[in-house]
């Protein structure tokens, strides 16, 4: 994630074992369709990859996935699951050009702030390839703000979030709205972003 919020960056390290353990039983919802629409074999980027129960699936699924968390304690838990090393990547570090054929951030992004998303979403264009295929998920809202934990959330709107993919070059950008909860247990409603790079 961004370096600017540092409590956030703070819960995670903190808490990684507890958040880890409460989050590695069975792959996001999503995944499955996600892998299903890549040649098999496509290289993956993993941002926050947390306890490291996606990057576990998809490797299961025989695709070349390179698992990534923005701190060095969750890398650190992911690295237990998957018994390999996972880079330790800040958003904003993200420097590949061209280099992954799909990215997959699950629950990550909506850490990032708002004046910096669009920026980020950009960094994940790039490191993307032709046709490159992009999943996120956000919680949704109408302003920023933190939860309990007082990790930042951006909380966007679905018009607001398709205008900052938008403005990173991303096209076919579709979003899909549904209840969930999370870490917290609260109810949530939840944006699933899908996206391609054209170009």
């Known amino acids: 994630m961004a370096q600017s919020d540092a409590e956030t960056l703070h819960f995670y390290a903190r808490e990684a074992k507890t958040y880890a353990t409460d989050t590695a039983s069975q792959p996001t919802t999503d995944l499955d369709r996600f892998l299903d629409a890549l040649k098999p074999g496509a290289t993956i980027l993993e941002l926050g990859c947390g306890s490291g129960r996606d990057s576990a699936h998809m490797l299961a699924r025989g695709f070349d996935v390179f698992?990534?968390?923005?701190?060095?304690?969750m890398a650190l838990e992911a690295e237990r699951t998957l018994g390999r090393a996972v880079a330790v990547l800040p958003f904003d570090q993200l420097d590949a050009v061209s280099q992954y054929d799909a990215v997959w951030a699950n629950a990550c992004l909506l850490h990032v702030p708002r004046p910096d998303l669009a920026g980020i979403l950009s960094r994940i264009r790039r490191a993307t390839r032709a046709a490159?295929?992009?999943?996120?998920?956000?919680?949704?809202?109408?302003?920023?703000?933190?939860?309990?934990f007082d990790r930042?959330?951006?909380?966007?709107?679905?018009?607001?979030?398709?205008?900052?993919y938008g403005a990173?070059?991303?096209a076919d950008i579709r979003i899909e709205t549904r209840e969930g909860s999370g870490y917290d247990r609260q109810p949530t409603q939840w944006l699933h972003v899908t996206a391609r790079r054209q170009g």
């Open 67 to 73: 698992p990534t968390d923005g701190t060095p304690e």
């Open 132 to 148: 490159g295929l992009f999943q996120a998920s956000y919680k949704a809202g109408a302003v920023d703000g933190r939860d309990r």
């Open 152 to 164: 930042y959330y951006n909380y966007p709107a679905a018009d607001w979030l398709c205008a900052q």
């Open 168 to 170: 990173a070059g991303w």
